[in-house]
């Protein structure tokens, strides 16, 4: 049996280290995306040693910026024939206005841009899979989510939570976009919420709100489970364009009239991307 090859973004904290871990003690080969940190090379060591797995590779991007997740999609595209599952994990939660080198606001750039871009740049490995398969990690806040009225959206108007709402809307409403474009690409695509989780996305709030929140919300292993199963699991090999609530389906309210406006976003942020 071939051995299935699966990318994390983020896979160096939370849920996404959690992840990692899980997928390589079940052999599966793992590759991370992450910040070129000591963070991250710990990280693949920790993974490594609690998986007993030797097929782990980090490849360092900075997933706020365009020119590092190209050059990280060109190393994939070289060195892979197909990749087999594609794992959007990575997120963040700023609380004050910072923005790339591109003056695009971060969490607009991390939490929907990035995923948008490897999404789509890594269509061909995926559809080289016998059965490639992306999931987009959201949030059930997306509910608080809106739509921009622009791409990007106005820096002026910055608010933290919003920001980071309205960024987990954008990448479900993609996960719903590209399930319908790569219907006929043997590409299945769904996105879900995996729980509640204490993870480093809460990292400029004070501590005592991790401290907190730690009390209240399950462990990145249990959403871990949950994310490789909703991911990975055969027994959906065949679903494409579902939205889950940590193991379970769930429905989008108004979801037609909401992908009627995210297809000029789309189209919008492509023109944005230059893709």
């Known amino acids: 049996?071939?051995?299935?090859?699966?990318?994390?973004?983020?896979?160096?904290?939370?849920?996404?280290?959690?992840?990692?871990?899980?997928?390589?003690?079940?052999d599966f080969e793992v590759i991370i995306l992450a910040r070129?940190?000591?963070?991250?090379?710990?990280a693949k060591a920790e993974?490594?040693?609690?998986?007993?797995?030797?097929?782990?590779?980090?490849?360092?991007?900075?997933?706020?910026?365009?020119?590092?997740?190209?050059?990280a999609c060109e190393i994939i595209n070289s060195d892979y024939s197909s990749i087999d599952y594609l794992i959007n994990n990575a997120g963040i939660m700023?609380?004050?206005?910072?923005?790339?080198?591109?003056?695009?606001?971060l969490t607009f750039a991390v939490n929907f841009l990035a995923p948008f871009l490897l999404s789509r740049l890594l269509k061909e490995k995926l559809q080289s899979s016998n059965n490639?398969?992306?999931?987009?990690?959201?949030?059930?806040?997306?509910?608080?989510?809106?739509?921009?009225?622009?791409v990007p959206p106005d820096p002026k108007k910055f608010n933290g939570s919003e920001a980071y709402a309205d960024s987990k809307l954008l990448v479900l409403l993609d996960g719903m976009f590209l399930s319908n474009a790569y219907s006929e690409s043997n590409i299945q695509v769904n996105t879900m919420h995996p729980g509640v989780v204490g993870t480093e996305?809460?990292?400029?709030?004070?501590?005592?709100?991790?401290?907190?929140?730690?009390?209240?919300?399950?462990?990145?292993?249990?959403?871990a489970e949950a994310v490789a199963h909703i991911s990975t699991s055969h027994s959906f090999d065949s679903t494409s364009g579902k939205y889950f609530n940590f193991r379970q389906t769930e429905s989008i309210k108004n979801l037609d009239q909401l992908l009627q406006q995210y297809a000029s976003i789309e189209s919008s942020t492509r023109e944005l991307l230059g893709i």
């Open 1 to 26: 049996m071939n051995t299935q090859t699966c990318i994390i973004t983020g896979g160096n904290a939370g849920i996404g280290k959690a992840t990692a871990i899980h997928l390589a003690k079940n």
């Open 36 to 42: 070129d940190s000591q963070k991250s090379i710990d």
């Open 47 to 71: 993974i490594e040693e609690q998986s007993g797995g030797k097929k782990i590779r980090l490849i360092t991007v900075d997933l706020a910026e365009k020119s590092s997740i190209l050059n």
């Open 94 to 105: 700023k609380r004050t206005l910072s923005t790339n080198t591109e003056g695009l606001e």
């Open 132 to 150: 490639g398969r992306i999931t987009n990690v959201s949030s059930a806040l997306y509910k608080k989510g809106k739509l921009p009225s622009s």
């Open 201 to 223: 996305v809460f990292r400029e709030y004070p501590k005592w709100v991790g401290s907190i929140l730690n009390l209240l919300i399950m462990k990145p292993e249990k959403a």
